[in-house]
């Protein structure tokens, strides 16, 4: 039994920041890649930002310069600070894990999601 949690989300002005967290917790042996994602109304849902078990971070074009991801992985923990936000970056926002619970083999686990809202 693996769980992701997200905290973080909720309603900030253009220009403000916003820092969403996530942990992952439960049966877990390892944990791979991490990241972000988020499904605007009337959208699919996309990468916002990943980070490996070593570190390796990529970004979706549209938040370089503006997004941070970090991660834990003492913790089994990510984090991502969402600055400079704009209206088009309001959506809910999905936490990302790969894991490999005890006993099995690499599964993808998701979030329930946290709404972000940028608006004035």
């Known amino acids: 039994q693996v769980q992701l949690v997200e905290t973080g989300g909720g309603l900030v002005q253009p220009g403000g920041s916003l820092t969403l967290s996530c942990v992952a917790s439960?049966?877990?042996?390892?944990?791979?890649?991490m990241g972000w994602y988020r499904q605007a109304p009337g959208e699919q849902r996309v990468m916002v930002a990943t980070?490996?078990?070593?570190?390796?971070?990529n970004y979706a074009e549209s938040v370089k310069g503006r997004f941070t991801i970090s991660r834990d992985n003492a913790k089994n923990t990510i984090s991502v600070q969402m600055d400079s936000l704009k209206p088009e970056d309001t959506a809910v926002y999905y936490c990302?894990?790969?894991?490999?619970?005890?006993?099995?083999?690499?599964?993808?686990?998701w979030g329930q999601g946290t709404q972000v809202t940028v608006s004035s």
């Open positions: 439960g049966s877990i042996f390892s944990v791979g890649d």
């Open positions: 990302y894990a790969y894991v490999v619970p005890r006993g099995k083999d690499w599964m993808d686990y």
């Open positions: 980070i490996s078990k070593g570190y390796r971070i």
